[in-house]
């Protein structure tokens, strides 16, 4: 081939855009004074402009609709769509056209193309037009690679190809933090607070249409971000959960362990799988997104081989009178059988009533047995029960529960009085 020669020109012109919402038009409002020279000229004009609201010339933003005059941002979860047209620029016919769009990301490429079959034959001044759909789920650099394959009238085979490179930006921060507490008192496991921070780290204001936790086959989920009002529940955030650029918010569950698992004192050691977090949100004119956090895991709180739990006690009790609690021994080990010895210590403010030293007996691996006590208290206020030891005669091992709960201690004259 003659390197003087001129490159042939292609039959077909192949057009790529991508398909996105229109935006409300935005216009600079041109004032002045009365007094000054165009006098009242300018603002008849901003009256007279059909891009402005009657009555709020003044304001830039418009009642029209301006198509999108650039690429744009494509973030993380949303839907990428984008319009492919080859048009026949020739006088002739040209046949075998065969038309395939594929992404490319940093760990693959994806076929996009509606239909893989090709068109017998694209009259002049014909097209072939495809739209094509992708939910974005990489953050980086892509390249849309559309490729064009014909035939033309001579039998000749010619091929182009055009490649489009956009980023995907991350459009939110999310953050977790784990918080462990208290169950109810007669569940062996705790229960797992789970704190989601959200901030939208995009320029444009979200519209938050679901935040939920779904948890994991070990959990159920109770949601904290609502409260009842009138019988009826109302979000915390209010009835417009929109989150302003950069703005922050906190999402708030529960999670408790189903009764299964909670039986088993072993599922409370190691690291537990809690659940994944599923983000809706929509931007501008009602484009969707939706992200899905990978599964969020949190390092359980260990117990030892043995813990003790409460499972009943007064909220407030009677200076220097006996009160009841309820405990709960769980033998966490799942191979080795313990003899117990209950010993109770008085502190300054609690006294045991009883006789210390007591033997419990044999505790076989994974199970529990309870245990009613009675105590006082000399000392008003709030008060913290401590001073209860255990001792494992086989291996001749301490385990120490101090500020296992709280009560209130009041006088007696002050109950009657209320």
């Known amino acids: 081939m003659d390197a003087n020669q001129p490159k042939q020109e292609h039959l077909l012109a192949l057009k790529v855009m991508r398909l996105t919402k229109p935006t409300l038009f935005t216009n600079i409002p ?12 300018l603002n008849q004009l901003m009256k007279d402009d059909p891009s402005t609201v009657k009555g709020a010339e003044t304001l830039m933003l418009g009642e ?10 494509i973030f993380l979860g949303e839907t990428f769509s984008s319009y492919i047209s080859v048009h026949n620029d020739s006088n002739q016919v040209v046949k075998d056209i065969l038309v395939k769009a594929d992404l490319q990301t940093s760990s693959q490429r994806l076929n996009l193309s509606a239909s893989s079959a090709a068109v017998a034959e694209l009259k002049s001044d014909c ?23 014909y035939t033309t009238q001579t039998g000749e085979k010619m091929y182009f190809r055009k490649f489009f490179k956009f980023q995907v930006l991350k459009p ?10 208290e169950s109810d008192l007669s569940s062996v496991t705790d229960e797992v607070f789970l704190e989601a921070q959200i901030q939208n780290i995009t320029t444009s204001p979200m519209f938050m249409e679901k935040v939920s936790l779904e948890p994991s086959i070990m959990y159920n989920v109770a949601e904290l971000n609502t409260v009842n009002k009138a019988g009826e529940s109302v979000s915390t955030f209010g009835s ?8 922050t918010r906190q999402y708030l569950y529960c999670l408790k362990p189903k009764q299964e698992f909670a039986e088993k004192a072993g599922v409370i050691k190691g690291v537990t799988v809690i659940g994944k977090l599923d983000i809706v949100w929509k931007t501008n004119l009602g ?21 003790l739990s409460l499972e009943t006690i007064p909220d407030t009790v009677n200076l220097e009178e006996p009160f009841d609690i309820t405990c709960k021994i769980t033998n966490c080990s799942s191979e080795r059988t313990m003899d117990l010895v209950l010993e109770m210590c008085n502190t300054n403010s609690i006294h045991w009533c009883g006789v210390s030293g007591r033997q419990l007996g044999k505790l076989h691996p994974s199970s529990s047995l309870h245990l009613a006590l009675t105590l006082l208290s000399s000392v008003q206020g709030l008060q913290s029960v401590s001073g209860l030891r255990l001792m494992d005669t086989f291996l001749k091992r301490t385990y120490e529960y101090d500020d296992i709960a709280q009560v209130c201690v009041i006088s007696s004259k002050v109950k009657e009085e209320h």
């Open 30 to 41: 041109v004032t002045c004074e009365e007094r000054d020279l165009p006098g009242n000229l």
């Open 64 to 73: 029209m609709l301006t198509l999108p005059q650039n690429f744009g941002n």
């Open 127 to 149: 097209c072939i037009d495809d739209v094509i759909h992708h939910e974005v789920k990489e953050i980086g650099t892509h390249i849309l690679v559309c490729a064009v394959s």
């Open 172 to 181: 939110l921060d999310v953050k977790t933090k784990f918080y462990n507490a």
């Open 240 to 247: 417009r959960t929109y989150l302003q650029p950069m703005d």
């Open 287 to 307: 484009e969707r997104g939706r992200l899905q956090t990978s599964q969020l895991q949190r390092m359980a709180p260990g117990y030892g081989d043995v813990r």
